[in-house]
C-alpha cells in the first residue's frame, strides 16, 4: 500500500503541472472551501439572481446533521432526529430499483417519514429562496424536492438545485458561460426508435432552438461527438441504463453503442451550460468511499458542463416530455425571463396540476445539478 501511495502521488505531481489535470485533481482531492470562498461562491453575481442558501447534510457516525449556509452569515447546524441507518434502511426497503416507480405512484405517503430531514428550513429559509442541496450518502438517491414543508412539497416553496459538492459548484459557476439570444444546440431524439412522445418533443426543440435534431439511427457516436461540441445546449431524449456494481460503466443508449459514464470523460470540446438528460434513471448514482457519487452526472459535471439536468427514476413517458417541453418554453422566453432552476419549478408544478400526473412519480423525477442560472 506504501508503494501504491507513493506512485500515485508522484502521479499527482505530473497531473498537477497540466491546467486541466489540475482542476480535475483539485475536485477529486476535495480542497477545501473557507468562509470568504463560500460566500463569494453563494453571493448572487447579478440582480435577476436568486438569493441562496446552501443545505448541507452531513453524517457524523449514525448522527445525521443538517447544515445551513447563508452568504455573509454563520453557518447553522441542527441534529436530525432521524439517523443515517434508518435513511438507509428506508432507501432499501422503499425506493430500490423494484418498487421505486411503484410507491411513489400510488403509496407517495410513505415519504412522510423522511419530512424530519427538512423540517428545519421551514425556519432556516424565505419562500422563494433557492435551496442549494447537497446530500450526502443514501440521501443522494431521496427525491428532497418532494418532502414536505407545512403539508406542501419543498418545491412549491422554493426552487431547487443539487449539487454532488460544493469544490464541483464552484467549478460550474466559474465555467459560466454568457450568450445572447437563443443559445446553440444539439438535440438528439429516439436512438433507438421506441419512444413516440420523444419524436413530437424533439420535433418541438428543433424549432425553439432552431437547430436540426439528429434522431433514430442517426444518433451514432461519431454524430453524437461531433455534434456536441462547443454548443451552449445539449438535449438527449432516449435510454439511460444505470449499473449500480460499476456506476461508471452507465451509459446512454446511442443508436450503434453505448456511450458510458467512463467515456463522458473523453468527449472533446464538452463546454455546454446544461446538458439535459431526458431518460430513464440518468440521475441515479453509486456513492463511493469519501461520500463521492459515481455516475453520469458527475462525469458529464467533471467534463466541462455547467449543470447537468436527469431524471432519479424511469419515467413516465408522456409525463416527462410534457415536462421536458414546458421546461424549454419557460426558459426561452424571451418576455418572461427565468433561470434553470425556476424554469425546472415551474414546469414539475405545471405537470403536477396535470389531471392524472398528480402523483410524485409523474412530476418529480428531473433534478437540476450544478449552475442554477
Given at each position: 500500500r506504501l508503494e501504491l501511495r507513493g506512485e500515485l502521488n508522484s502521479l499527482w505531481q505530473q497531473m498537477v503541472e497540466d491546467a486541466h489535470l489540475a482542476d480535475y485533481l483539485e475536485l477529486r482531492l476535495g480542497l477545501t472551501l473557507d468562509a470568504d470562498d463560500l460566500t463569494t461562491l453563494l453571493t448572487p453575481a447579478e440582480q435577476t439572481e436568486p438569493a441562496c442558501l446552501c443545505v448541507d447534510w452531513v453524517a457524523v457516525g449514525d448522527r445525521l446533521f443538517l447544515l445551513a449556509l447563508r452568504p455573509g452569515q454563520p453557518a447553522y447546524l441542527e441534529r436530525l432526529p432521524l439517523r443515517l441507518s434508518t435513511v438507509r434502511t428506508f432507501v432499501q426497503d422503499n425506493l430500490s430499483r423494484a418498487n421505486f416507480r411503484s410507491n411513489l405512484r400510488d403509496t407517495p405517503e410513505v415519504l412522510h417519514d423522511l419530512a424530519p430531514l427538512i423540517a428545519p428550513l421551514a425556519t432556516l429559509s424565505h419562500p422563494e429562496e433557492l435551496l442549494i442541496l447537497c446530500p450526502t450518502g443514501p440521501l443522494h438517491a431521496l427525491p428532497l424536492h418532494i418532502l414536505e414543508i407545512n403539508g406542501e412539497p419543498l418545491l412549491v416553496r422554493n426552487?431547487?438545485?443539487?449539487?454532488?459538492?460544493?469544490?464541483?459548484?464552484?467549478?460550474?459557476?466559474?465555467?459560466?458561460?454568457?450568450y445572447e439570444g437563443i443559445p446553440t444546440a444539439a438535440v438528439f431524439g429516439d436512438p433507438n426508435g421506441d419512444r413516440a412522445d420523444a419524436t413530437q418533443l424533439v420535433a418541438h426543440l428543433e424549432q425553439r432552438l432552431q437547430?436540426?435534431?439528429?434522431?433514430?439511427?442517426?444518433?451514432?457516436?461519431?454524430?453524437?461527438?461531433?455534434?456536441?461540441?462547443?454548443?451552449?445546449?445539449?438535449?438527449?431524449?432516449?435510454?439511460?441504463?444505470?449499473?449500480p456494481k460499476d456506476p461508471l460503466a452507465s451509459y446512454l443508449a446511442l443508436a450503434d453503442t453505448k456511450?458510458?459514464?467512463?467515456?463522458?470523460f473523453s468527449l472533446p470540446d464538452l463546454q455546454a451550460d446544461l446538458v439535459a438528460l431526458a431518460a430513464c434513471e440518468s440521475a441515479a448514482n453509486v456513492i463511493a468511499t469519501g461520500d463521492e457519487p459515481l455516475g453520469l452526472i458527475p462525469a458529464f459535471l467533471y467534463a466541462g458542463t455547467n449543470s447537468v439536468l436527469a431524471t432519479l427514476w424511469k419515467v413516465q413517458q408522456k409525463s416527462a416530455a410534457l415536462t421536458m417541453q414546458l421546461f424549454y418554453d419557460r426558459l426561452l422566453d424571451s418576455q418572461n425571463i427565468v433561470h434553470k432552476a425556476e424554469a425546472l419549478r415551474q414546469a414539475m408544478l405545471t405537470v403536477r396540476e396535470t389531471p392524472g400526473f398528480e402523483s410524485p412519480y409523474y412530476w418529480a423525477p428531473f433534478i437540476l445539478n450544478g449552475d442554477w442560472f
Amino acid at each position: 500500500r506504501l508503494e501504491l501511495r507513493g506512485e500515485l502521488n508522484s502521479l499527482w505531481q505530473q497531473m498537477v503541472e497540466d491546467a486541466h489535470l489540475a482542476d480535475y485533481l483539485e475536485l477529486r482531492l476535495g480542497l477545501t472551501l473557507d468562509a470568504d470562498d463560500l460566500t463569494t461562491l453563494l453571493t448572487p453575481a447579478e440582480q435577476t439572481e436568486p438569493a441562496c442558501l446552501c443545505v448541507d447534510w452531513v453524517a457524523v457516525g449514525d448522527r445525521l446533521f443538517l447544515l445551513a449556509l447563508r452568504p455573509g452569515q454563520p453557518a447553522y447546524l441542527e441534529r436530525l432526529p432521524l439517523r443515517l441507518s434508518t435513511v438507509r434502511t428506508f432507501v432499501q426497503d422503499n425506493l430500490s430499483r423494484a418498487n421505486f416507480r411503484s410507491n411513489l405512484r400510488d403509496t407517495p405517503e410513505v415519504l412522510h417519514d423522511l419530512a424530519p430531514l427538512i423540517a428545519p428550513l421551514a425556519t432556516l429559509s424565505h419562500p422563494e429562496e433557492l435551496l442549494i442541496l447537497c446530500p450526502t450518502g443514501p440521501l443522494h438517491a431521496l427525491p428532497l424536492h418532494i418532502l414536505e414543508i407545512n403539508g406542501e412539497p419543498l418545491l412549491v416553496r422554493n426552487p431547487v438545485v443539487y449539487c454532488p459538492s460544493l469544490n464541483v459548484l464552484r467549478y460550474c459557476l466559474a465555467r459560466r458561460r454568457q450568450y445572447e439570444g437563443i443559445p446553440t444546440a444539439a438535440v438528439f431524439g429516439d436512438p433507438n426508435g421506441d419512444r413516440a412522445d420523444a419524436t413530437q418533443l424533439v420535433a418541438h426543440l428543433e424549432q425553439r432552438l432552431q437547430t436540426k435534431a439528429l434522431v433514430n439511427e442517426a444518433v451514432t457516436r461519431q454524430a453524437f461527438t461531433a455534434a456536441i461540441a462547443g454548443q451552449d445546449f445539449i438535449h438527449f431524449q432516449g435510454h439511460a441504463v444505470h449499473e449500480p456494481k460499476d456506476p461508471l460503466a452507465s451509459y446512454l443508449a446511442l443508436a450503434d453503442t453505448k456511450l458510458t459514464a467512463r467515456e463522458v470523460f473523453s468527449l472533446p470540446d464538452l463546454q455546454a451550460d446544461l446538458v439535459a438528460l431526458a431518460a430513464c434513471e440518468s440521475a441515479a448514482n453509486v456513492i463511493a468511499t469519501g461520500d463521492e457519487p459515481l455516475g453520469l452526472i458527475p462525469a458529464f459535471l467533471y467534463a466541462g458542463t455547467n449543470s447537468v439536468l436527469a431524471t432519479l427514476w424511469k419515467v413516465q413517458q408522456k409525463s416527462a416530455a410534457l415536462t421536458m417541453q414546458l421546461f424549454y418554453d419557460r426558459l426561452l422566453d424571451s418576455q418572461n425571463i427565468v433561470h434553470k432552476a425556476e424554469a425546472l419549478r415551474q414546469a414539475m408544478l405545471t405537470v403536477r396540476e396535470t389531471p392524472g400526473f398528480e402523483s410524485p412519480y409523474y412530476w418529480a423525477p428531473f433534478i437540476l445539478n450544478g449552475d442554477w442560472f
